[in-house]
Each structure stands twice: as structure tokens, then as C-alpha cells.
């Protein structure tokens, strides 16, 4: 559906109410898995996040997550269009081994038989006690383990809340591995990571998220258009079911 | 015999010519009372038809049919507005363009909420160009929308929509379906309705490609990352995606998915289908959240070839990722080059292989009739679990295990199974019943069992030791480690 809320920037202006916030910075950082690196940059203001990939090889979409509302938008470059959704609060499917059965598959609703999915090992942070300082900020280790793949995490609460980079709407069959879990973990414990790996039963490493830079930020009140869609982009319907 | 014939025959031909001609004389006259009458309907008593002689926009406003005599061309806006209900509308075959070069228009716009529309037959085209080296695209903002709630009843047939803004056709997801349509170049989403078929979208946006609730016989293609189809069901269908997921949907059957970066099959259940990523990094082939029947997933960086918690009958293939995962796999075949072939908690009639450093199967519980191959260090099947209070019960049965520099096969418990390893073990346990275990190496061991092996077979032909056990009863080792409880030996 083409929707005609075309946002200005005075409108967008006015809806931009800014908190107190610990740290206002800009965060740049390079997650890598396989043969595929990604850079990101973390632009943080008061509430609200922004988050882009910084190649130019192509137009990427970028993120903005306002933290009060876990409002999300996804601004798409490619098409003057965004979408916007609000940030899961529940954890998913494989976050915890739970007792209930779980729903059917998103789009069925209540017709026909439905076969419930196995659960997943539990997920759970653990806390190795070891603390360390990375760029000026106070780090803990923490680990996750899953089917022999072992993640290190060192992450900081000194940092506003941390949001994984997406590129599209959330997915419907979440996976349960590891790598796709362990952002949504640290945003339930409100941690910053700045040090990550993931390594395989032999050793191999098969992931990696590392903060290169953290460069504190004052933001203008012309700064803050970063914190919503370009003017003249189009509101556009998120998918259904 | 000829003079004897001649009355009767005489007779005969008598009867015969005098009968007809008394009821032939009684018709009347031959001259017919004039031209026969029409008998053909005329269109519009089969179905009343308005022409729509504008070639420039137009807006309907009562129910009806109507039909185009020329092309349509708008220098702004909309193109056609339906504001009425139980409209059909034929393009016969002409085309709607627009000149426009800031896309804000619709050329099809189902206004308000509409119920029972038909649109059928012709095009929709947008242009590309360029203008002092900028690219400007003389394009509609969509093909065919609404733009306040999604229409009832509403079908579009073989309609083609090149080069829009956003949508190709947009139905929504009420009772409507998309036919035979074709759309190539839409920066959102090609195609969306509750039912499409045979209809194919090529080279759209960030949306997907097709969206709805049940896709029969399509194929699309996002350029971006949106979904190549996203859907509840699809069938016999093929979604490709740059940077999303090839296809979305909660039941595939008879499918195939590719992406470049993302995953390339994505779904609840899965029939039949294939998932492919080209990926170096850590897209899957294909995900199912439930179950993957005869299916095949393939990926070419860390992801995983094939997951679903239970995968029957299934292939996957990875580099560097495990080919096939599952909590139960049946009936499956992983090859990878250096991570696990088939990794499960329990596999039954598996293969996995490995030519790196991974292992060929690796479970929890346990593995049944399977054969697994590491051509690196790994194993070639590994068991390995501890239930309540530490308790190992990992089992192997019926298997064959094959290792160039690791264990054959390890596990808590070996039954009927087989182990060889060029430089390593070839069976590593507690215990062991019926197995043989061969270890080629110089110094490797045959058999290594911590507790008892009954009716097995070690051996080290190259210098190596061939049983070590607690406890051997019935069994034959080419040598034995020192302590051996020996039972029934020869």
C-alpha cells in the first residue's frame, strides 16, 4: 500500500524530544563473519540510535531506533521509502527453554494442525568474572555457549543501550543459533559489547564484532535530521503476518 | 433360371417407383421465404461495455465494464481512479504511462475501499532515462494500489507493470489474487494479494519480490534486501534475493530459494525445496524452524547448509559451516570442508562427510546406521552426551566411522560398528560389543575402551596396539595393553 505521510523536516524536528542521555558519541565498529565484513557506525543522541553501514558499495539501509518506544525505523535509500516497527520486548523463541508450548508459525493463526517446534538449549549470558578496560571503558567477559561454538563477549554498561543492525523487517523463524541471539541478549541486559568472538568446537573462528573507535558527540539541533527519515521519504507498510 | 426371375423382378420395380412420388408432390413450393435471421448476440447484450476514449486520465465512478481504445498517457497523478464497486476493467491491451518525473501518482488507483474489481490485459510502463547525468525515471509511484484500505474481491490478470517507484500491484491481503501478471523493476514490493499465481517479478526492492498468502507457480527476484518471496504458502515457486532472504514462508513445497548475502530458504516447514546462499559469511542455505522433508540446502561460507530441528531425507553442504544440522536427522547426507558433516542429537541412516578439520558426524545421543568421514582431524563419528548427574549414555550402533588423523569413531557405547583411522584411533569408548576397530597408524590404538568390549575386534597392523580394555570377553586384539582382563580369549 502507498501510504502519503510524507514526513517534513520541520514535523520531525518538532517530534524530536531529546533525554538526558550518558553519552552522546559517535561508535564505529567492524563485525566480520566468514569472509564478510561489515563497518558500522553508532550515532547516539539522548534516546535514540542510529545505525548504517558505512560502504558505499551500494545504498544501505539504515537503522533508527528510538529507545523510550522501541520504535525502529529502517530508512531505504534505494526507493525514498522507511518502515517502521516496534523492537521486539519479548525474547525469541530459542532466548530460553520454556515449558509452554509455543504458537504456531506466524501467518497461520489458529487454522489447521500445527506440529510445535522443538526448544532450543537455553541461552544465557554468563558472567566469567574477569573485567577489563577497552577504549577508556570498564568491560566485563561474559560467555555463551551453544553445541561446542563458544562466544566471548566483553561489554560495557557505561554505553546507552546496544541495537543489532538490520536490514529489513524482523524475520519471521527466528534461528537459534548463537550468532543470531547474542545481540538481543546483551539488549536485555542493557550491555554495550566492544569485544566480541565467536569460535567453533575446533578453534576456528566464525565471528567477530570489535569497536574501533568511540568519539563523544555534540549534536545540533540540525545534527538530529539524522534521527529520522529524509524529508519527502514515503511511509511504506512494513510486510504482513 | 433367367426366364423364371424376369415377373417378380418386373414386380418389384413397380412397387418401388410409384410409392415416393405420392408424398414428394405434397411439400408445397420450393422457393425459401426469405435470408435467415440473425442468431449472434451483440456485445453489449452479453456484457454492456463502456468505452474509455480519453487518452489521458480517467476516473469511473459506477460499477460497470469498460475498456480502453487507446493508450493512456498523465503528465502527473493518477492515471485511472475506481471509485465505484463491481468494475471490470479492460486495458485491451494498450498501455498507461505517465510523464512525470517525480512519481507520486498511481496509475490504477482503487479509491476507498473497494469490492469486486477486475483488471485485466495491458501494460503500465515507467522509463528510465538520464538528464544531465542524473538518472530520471518517467514512472508511476505504483501500478496498480489503493490508497486507503486494502479491496474485497479484487483480481488482476495479465497485466505488465515495468518500472515503478514502489509497487508493481498491490492488492492487499483481503480476498484478492494476482494472475499471469508480469513485473520487472519495483522499488518496493512486484506483487501483493492474498492468492497469486503464474505470475513472475523480476528486479524489486526492498519488499519482496511476490508477497501473500498462497504463491503457486511464481518467480521473483529482489534486487535489495527485501524478500525474493514472502508468503504463508508457496508452491512450486523460485525467489532469489540480493541482500534478503530468497523465500519467507511458512510452508514451501516444491520451491527454490537463493540469495546472495542472505539466507536462501527461510520457513516453518519444508517440502521438497532447495535453499541456496552464495554468502561468504554466515547465511544459511535453508532454515526451517520445524521440519525439512527432501530437502536440500547449500551455502558457501560459515552458515549452515541445511538446519531444521527435524530433517528427513535432506542434503546440505557447506565450506566452512556444518552441512546438515537437526536435532533429529533421518535419512541425510552433509559434506563440508572443515566443519561437521551431519551435527544432530540424534542421526538414523546418515552420511556426513568432511574434508578439513571437522568431523563427519557429530551427536549427542545418538547415531544409528550412519557413516561418517573426516579427512582432516575429526572424527568420523563422534557421540558425545552426559544426562543427569554427569551420566555419559552417548551410543553409536550399526555404524562406520573413518578418520585420517582422528577417531574413527567415539562414543560412550560402540555396538556393530566399525572404526578405522589412518594416524588415530580407530574406535575410542567405555564399551564396546560386536565392533572392530582399525588403527593404521604407528602407536595408535585399535580399540580404546575404558571399560569392557564383548566380541570385538582390534587391530594395528603398522606397529600400533590393537585392544586396550578394562575387560575383554571374546575378543581378539593383534595385541593388548598390559592389565587386560582377559574372558573367553584366544
Known amino acids: 500500500m502507498f501510504m502519503s505521510a510524507t514526513l517534513t523536516g520541520a514535523a520531525v524536528l518538532s517530534a524530536l ?65 522507511f518502515i517502521q516497527f516496534s523492537a521486539e520486548a519479548e525474547p525469541s523463541p530459542g532466548l530460553g527453554a520454556t515449558n509452554s508450548s509455543p504458537g504456531p508459525p506466524p501467518g497461520l493463526g489458529n487454522a489447521g494442525p500445527f506440529i510445535p517446534p522443538p526448544v532450543m538449549e537455553k541461552l544465557e549470558l554468563q558472567d566469567t568474572g574477569r573485567k577489563t578496560n577497552l577504549l577508556g571503558f570498564e568491560c566485563k567477559l561474559y560467555e555463551l555457549k551453544q553445541r561446542g561454538r563458544a562466544m566471548e563477549i566483553w561489554a ?12 529489513n523487517q524482523q524475520r519471521r523463524f527466528k534461528p537459534h543459533f548463537i550468532e543470531d541471539q547474542w545481540q538481543e541478549l546483551l539488549r536485555a541486559k542493557k550491555l554495550f559489547p566492544l569485544l566480541v568472538k565467536l ?15 568511540i568519539t563523544p558527540q555534540h549534536f545540533t539541533e540540525e545534527d538530529m535530521k539524522l534521527f529520522a527519515p529524509p524529508a519527502g521519504y514515503t511511509r511504506l507498510q512494513p510486510l504482513p503476518f | 433360371m433367367k426366364t423364371e426371375l424376369r415377373p417378380i423382378a418386373s414386380a418389384l420395380l413397380l412397387v418401388i417407383s410409384s410409392a415416393p412420388f405420392s408424398t414428394a408432390f405434397g411439400q408445397g413450393s420450393l422457393v425459401p421465404p426469405g435470408p435467415p435471421g440473425p442468431t449472434m448476440k451483440t456485445l453489449d447484450q452479453i456484457e454492456a461495455r463502456t468505452p474509455l476514449t480519453n487518452s489521458g486520465a480517467v476516473a469511473i465512478s459506477q460499477s460497470g465494464s469498460y475498456y480502453l481504445t487507446h493508450n493512456i498517457t498523465v503528465a502527473s497523478g493518477d492515471a485511472i481512479t475506481i471509485a465505484a464497486d463491481n468494475v471490470t476493467l479492460d486495458l485491451n491491451g494498450f498501455t498507461i504511462s505517465t510523464t512525470t518525473t517525480t512519481p507520486s501518482g498511481i496509475a490504477i488507483d482503487l479509491v476507498g475501499t473497494r469490492h469486486s474489481i477486475s483488471i485485466l490485459n495491458g501494460f503500465i510502463q515507467g522509463s528510465a532515462g538520464t538528464s544531465n547525468g542524473l538518472t530520471i525515471n518517467n514512472e508511476f509511484n505504483s501500478g496498480v494500489d489503493y490508497s486507503n484500505a486494502a479491496p474485497d474481491g479484487a483480481r488482476v490478470s495479465g497485466l505488465t507493470v515495468n518500472t515503478v517507484l514502489r509497487h508493481g500491484v498491490y492488492l492487499g491481503l483481503n480476498t484478492s489474487s494476482i494472475q499471469s501478471c508480469f513485473v520487472d523493476n519495483a522499488g518496493d514490493t512486484g506483487l501483493d494479494a492474498s492468492f ?19 504463491i503457486n507457480n511464481c518467480n521473483a527476484s529482489s534486487t535489495s534486501s527485501g524478500f525474493g518471496i514472502y508468503a504463508v504458502n508457496a508452491n512450486n515457486s523460485a525467489g532469489t534475493s540480493a541482500s534478503g532472504v530468497g523465500i519467507e514462508s511458512t510452508y514451501v513445497n516444491y520451491c527454490v530459494g537463493s540469495s546472495a548475502t542472505g539466507d536462501g530458504l527461510d520457513t516453518a516447514t519444508a517440502y521438497n525445496s532447495t535453499g ?17 522433508c527432501n530437502c536440500t540446502g547449500n551455502c558457501a561460507g560459515t552458515g549452515r547448509g541445511l538446519y531444521a530441528p527435524a530433517a528427513l531425507s535432506c542434503v ?67 557421540v558425545s552426551s552426559f544426562g543427569p548427574n554427569n551420566a555419559a549414555f552417548g551410543v553409536a550402533q550399526n555404524c562406520i566411522g573413518i578418520s585420517s588423523s582422528g577417531v574413527g569413531i567415539q562414543a560412550i557405547n560402540v555396538n556393530n560398528c566399525n572404526g578405522t583411522s589412518a594416524s588415530g584411533t580407530g574406535i575410542s569408548c567405555s564399551g564396546a560389543t560386536g565392533s572392530a576397530g582399525q588403527a ?30 578394562y575387560i575383554a570377553n571374546s575378543s581378539f586384539g593383534t595385541t593388548y595393553n598390559s592389565g587386560i582382563h582377559e574372558y573367553n580369549m584366544p
Not at chain 1, 557505561?158 to 536490514?167: G, I, K, N, R
Not at chain 2, 541456496?276 to 525439512?292: I, Q, R
Open chain 1, 17 to 81: 524530544v531529546l533525554n538526558a542521555s550518558a553519552l552522546d558519541a559517535r561508535v564505529q565498529a567492524v563485525s566480520g563473519q566468514g569472509q564478510d565484513r561489515s563497518e558500522l557506525l553508532y550515532t547516539i543522541a539522548g534516546n535514540r540510535m542510529r545505525i548504517e553501514r558505512t560502504e558505499t558499495n551500494q545504498p544501505h539501509v539504515v537503522d533508527i531506533v528510538v529507545f523510550d518506544s522501541n520504535a525502529v525505523t529502517l530508512v531505504f535509500p534505494q526507493n525514498h521509502g
Open chain 1, 156 to 167: 560495557t554498561d557505561q554505553l546507552p543501550d546496544f541495537e543489532p543492525y538490520v536490514e
Open chain 1, 199 to 213: 569460535r567453533m568446537e575446533n578453534g576456528s573462528e566464525r565471528m567477530s564484532f570489535e569497536v574501533q573507535s
Open chain 2, 196 to 214: 497469486v499465481s503464474d505470475s513472475v517479478a523480476y528486479n524489486c526492492g526492498t519488499g519482496a519480490g511476490i508477497s501473500g498468502r498462497t
Open chain 2, 276 to 292: 541456496g546462499t552464495t554468502s561468504t559469511g554466515g547465511a544459511n542455505g535453508l532454515y526451517a524452524s520445524v521440519l525439512a
Open chain 2, 316 to 382: 546440505g553442504y557447506s565450506p566452512v559451516g556444518n552441512a546438515v544440522e537437526a536435532n533429529t536427522a533421518q535419512n541425510c547426507y552433509g559434506n563440508t570442508y572443515s566443519a561437521d558433516g551431519v551435527r544432530a542429537k540424534t542421526a538414523e541412516n546418515c552420511y556426513g562427510y568432511t574434508t578439513g578439520n571437522g568431523s563427519g558426524i557429530v551427536v549427542d545421543a545418538a547415531a544409528m546406521n550412519c557413516y561418517g568421514t573426516s579427512a582432516g582431524n575429526g572424527s568420523g563419528i563422534t
Open chain 2, 440 to 469: 593404521n597408524g604407528a602407536g595408535s590404538i585399535g580399540i580404546n575402551a575404558s571399560g569392557i568390549v564383548i566380541g570385538c575386534t582390534g587391530t594395528a597392523p603398522n606397529g600400533g596396539l590393537g585392544l586396550s580394555a
